[in-house]
């Protein structure tokens, strides 16, 4: 597994990282959960990413891969959702991260991400200065900031950052143009979420209300196929290897599916002619869809 610069944290990461969400669903059996969280380290992924907001996700970690800490760079979310704060307050921001540390039974947050909050919460002016606090403390590494549009705009030019997370995929091109260069310029780390444009292409029908639906329609519009017919592959590979990325993260609660992504990984980037399709393909509706939060 090909390991990179997580911009100028020092951190290093695969280029393949994991996403956590599906740790956190009790529909996964503790057992299923560790033993998918063993083949991701084995197989030499050295990011996971999880989030207050994934249930049972940071606690799973902690307690079923304790021993194995030292193999990966931790990263998580914190901002919202603590009884009785207000979210994305000083104290909220701090409580989330002393509960992070508290599930995940570590004594730092390699990357600690305000997640996706608004451009008029970052402009308040309460919730960085208690991340940093944070970092300044020991319970935090890097300071990094989760989102899309005019807030990513915002944090990537503030100087509070070391890191982003921001949706890129197929569908959703808009970032790696308008943004991620500026970042890489300033030496940030770089974590694309969403790779897989959350497998839209699996519905025959409009998957109405669901989680899938705005990239459905994006794919539907845009009228374009995998030249292999590999839809995984194709997409994984197209936000792994854009340019100023330094990790792509996928979720997944099955071990077939975290083969197909380490086996799509093993094929390097994708050849000219195939980015360009589908560069050619988003350029007609790019200011038109702006990154999904």
Known sequence: MEQRALGSTGLAVSALGFGAGHIGSPDLSDREAAGLLGTVLDAGVSLIDTARGYGLSEERIGRLIPGRRSEFVLSTKVG?????LADWSSEAVLAGVDRALSQLQTDVLDVCFLHSCSLEVLEAG????????????GKVRVCGYSGEGAALRWAIGSGAFAAIQTSVNLADQWT???LIPQAAEAGLGIIAKRPLANAAWRFADRPAGQYEEPYWER???????????DWTGTALRYSAFAPGVSTAIVGTSSRAHLHAALAAMGEGPLPDVELDRWRAAFAPHEADWPGLI
Request: cysteine-free; proline content about 10%; glycine content about 10%.
């Open 219 to 229: 794919l539907r519009t845009m009228a374009l196929e995998p030249a292999d017919g």
């Open 126 to 137: 309460e919730a960085i200065p208690a991340l940093h606090a944070a970092q300044q403390a």
């Open 80 to 84: 919202y959702d603590v009884p009785g």
């Open 176 to 178: 790696l143009g308008a």
